[in-house]
């Protein structure tokens, strides 16, 4: 690999060797004037992640500078603590990692795979890789089409294109950013504390902006175990398999959900992208002329989206029914509490007038 393709690949051992070999220091890095550019686009970096624009590398920079500035927008990450940043920016960097991934050479390709325990050999078309390999970073991604079942096996081989093996990178590039985050010594964090002050205000401003509650006439309490699961993942800036996404979409709209506001609540997601979004779920909401009713409990199952079962659970056969169930018993319990209350304030007004 050569310095170009360390740019675009800068978390790969061969990267990191080069870093050393040039005598690149991080002490001077994140404090000598000279590197000032390589600490500006790591704060880019970050604050790209942040934004729901698609992801440009900065070509004023050189690639030994681009490659560079990718270790200071993980120390910047650190620095802040929030855990919602971290997968953000991990999935950001897998995501741009994935843009040049399916555009290269087979050959290229397969060196990068290696670099993540991903070996492979190609026979036309196909991507052939053991099938131990391809379910360490096929599992997280919960979609049926990447089932074990789903896919060509021969002799424990997994026969995939190689859209699906770079993705299977790109998984990988996610994961090793997102759990490698480490503290940032004190003496390399004060010079980037300016750095990192920007990108925290920009954090705050975006979460600010999200209404995160569910609220008026819909009623969380009222959720069935499932759809509260999904909904708190989302919240805490989880990504969630397309159909977690969709069975979530139709049931906020099934029970009277106003789009924008479900439009709001993806906004945490950590690959969210405001024109896809938004044609998804007014796509589910009903603008195609079809608005879609959300999958049974039996379809939760069958795609590993049912968390939590209660004993109403066991009486239901949809979440659309838990919910009206579970809305009227709480309607119930209200009325009897309210008359309950009312008939203590009689006795004691009584009380009072003895």
Same mark, same amino acid.
């Given at each position: ?131 131990? *390999?391809?379910? +360490? !970073? @096929?599992? /997280? ?9 789903? =896919? &060509? ?63 008026? *006439?819909?009623? +969380? !309490? @009222?959720? /069935? ?9 989302? =919240? &805490? ?118």
């Amino acid at each position: 690999m050569d310095v170009v393709t360390f740019a675009k690949y800068p978390f790969v051992q061969e990267a990191l060797a080069y870093v050393t070999e040039q005598g690149f220091t991080i002490e001077d890095i994140v404090s000598r004037p000279a590197y000032g550019l390589i600490r500006t686009r790591g704060k880019k970096r970050v604050l790209e992640a942040l934004s729901t624009q698609d992801t440009k590398d900065d070509m004023s920079l050189q690639p030994e500078e681009e490659l560079l500035s990718f270790p200071v927008a993980r120390m910047l990450v650190s620095m802040t603590g929030d855990t919602y940043l971290m997968r953000r920016y991990a999935v950001w960097e897998a995501k741009r990692a994935y843009a040049f991934l399916v555009n290269e050479k087979d050959k290229d390709l397969l060196a990068v795979g290696r670099d993540f325990r991903l070996p492979a050999r190609v026979e036309g078309r196909d991507f052939i890789l053991h099938f131990t *390999d391809y379910l +360490r !970073y @096929s599992a /997280p991604l919960r979609s049926m089409d990447w089932k074990l079942i789903s =896919q &060509k096996i021969i002799k424990g081989m997994v026969y995939i294109d190689k859209d699906s093996y770079a993705r299977l990178i790109e998984e990988a590039i996610r994961e090793k950013i997102q759990t490698s985050v480490s503290p940032v010594p004190a003496p390399l964090a004060a010079p980037l504390k300016p750095y990192a002050d920007e990108i925290v205000i920009e954090l705050n401003k975006l979460k600010s902006r999200l209404n995160m509650n569910v609220s008026g *006439d819909v009623s +969380r !309490y @009222s959720f /069935p175990p499932c759809m509260n699961y999904l909904l708190s993942e989302l =919240q &805490k800036g989880v990504n969630l398999p397309h159909t977690a996404r969709f069975a979530l979409t139709s049931f906020l709209a099934n029970i009277g959900y106003d789009k924008d506001k479900i439009m709001e609540l993806y906004r945490m997601a950590p690959d969210f992208r405001e024109d896809l979004t938004r044609y998804q779920v007014e796509h589910i909401t009903g603008a195609g002329g079809t608005e879609y009713t959300s999958p049974s409990c039996k379809t939760m199952i069958t795609y590993g989206n049912c968390y939590g079962k209660d004993k109403l659970c066991e009486y239901v056969s949809h979440p659309l029914t838990y919910y009206r169930k579970a809305s009227m018993r709480r309607a119930k319990l209200q009325t009897t509490a309210q008359k309950e209350l009312a008939n203590k304030e009689a006795e004691e007004a009584v009380k009072a007038e003895k």
